[in-house]
């Protein structure tokens, strides 16, 4: 059984900076292109990040872009986010999936495996 574990999140100042990793086991991480999405507390869950198989390929939301990071280890079997200059409507729980297809990379309904998230808050 494929299980993923975030962890990294916590409570940072607006401008700070953050590194949320997603350990999985069960399987080797290759098999899946891996994302990190989002949820606000009263919001629907939002895709943030993701990146292909190899490495290959990674998308952005737009408010993102520019200031965080993915990156994945197929050695460890772990996915990273590196978010800098972080904002207060960054707060959120952060949820690592891991997707077999990655094909569009952020719908959340292709994903096979999900976390159970991180928090991550940030204060004004």
């Known amino acids: 059984q494929v299980q993923l574990v975030e962890s990294g999140g916590g409570l940072v100042q607006a401008g700070g900076s953050l590194r949320l990793s997603c350990a999985v086991s069960g399987r080797a991480i290759y098999f899946y292109s891996m994302g990190w999405f989002r949820q606000a507390p009263g919001k629907e869950r939002e895709f943030v990040a993701a990146?292909?198989?190899?490495?290959?390929?990674?998308d952005y939301l737009d408010s993102v872009k520019g200031r965080f990071t993915i990156s994945r280890d197929n050695v460890k079997n772990t996915v990273d986010l590196q978010m800098t200059s972080l904002k207060p409507e960054d707060t959120a729980v952060y949820y690592c999936?891991?997707?077999?297809?990655?094909?569009?990379?952020?719908?959340?309904?292709?994903?096979?495996?999900w976390g159970q998230g991180t928090q991550v808050t940030v204060s004004s």
């Open positions: 990146i292909t198989w190899n490495g290959g390929r990674s």
């Open positions: 999936g891991a997707d077999r297809l990655g094909t569009t990379l952020r719908l959340e309904n292709e994903y096979d495996y």
